[in-house]
């Protein structure tokens, strides 16, 4: 059974950092995800997509974390990282590791459509962030 599991959350003063890590495991037919993604969710706020990485490496970005948020993975592909820099009192959420196995889920303007996290079918548990002022 395939399992995402996510690490790094915690609480920072506003302005600090903080890095996410997610590794999925129990995908013993190898087939791999071409796609994996972060998303959040606030109280009382739907989930969002917060960053993704699909085919050929490419990244999508939602605005709120444009230029402070960096996506990327590692050496084996089941693992993913999201580096939060400048972090602010409008990031605190819980973070969601998200994976699907084709990669144009994560390419393009899609990914941070509302909604969009009902086409991924692997989540991880969730990891809290939060943001002290």
């Known amino acids: 059974q395939v399992q995402l599991t996510e690490s790094g959350g915690g609480s920072v003063e506003a302005g600090g950092s903080l890095k996410l890590s997610c590794v999925v495991s129990g995908d013993i037919h190898g087939e791999g995800f071409n796609c994996m993604a972060w998303f959040r969710q606030a109280p009382g706020k739907e989930r969002e997509a917060v960053a993704g990485?699909?085919?050929?490496?490419?990244?999508t970005y939602a605005d709120s974390g444009k230029g402070r948020f960096t996506i990327s993975r590692g050496s084996a592909r089941g693992t993913l990282y999201l580096q939060m820099n400048t972090l602010n009192p409008a990031d605190p959420a819980m973070y969601f590791c998200?994976?699907?196995?084709?990669?144009?889920?994560?390419?393009?303007?899609?990914?941070?459509?509302?909604?969009?996290?009902?086409?991924?079918?692997?989540w991880g548990q969730g990891n809290q962030v939060t943001v002290s002022s």
């Open positions: 998200a994976a699907n196995r084709l990669g144009r889920f994560c390419d393009g303007a899609d990914l941070v459509r509302p909604g969009y996290w009902l086409e991924f079918g692997y």
């Open positions: 990485v699909g085919d050929r490496e490419a990244t």
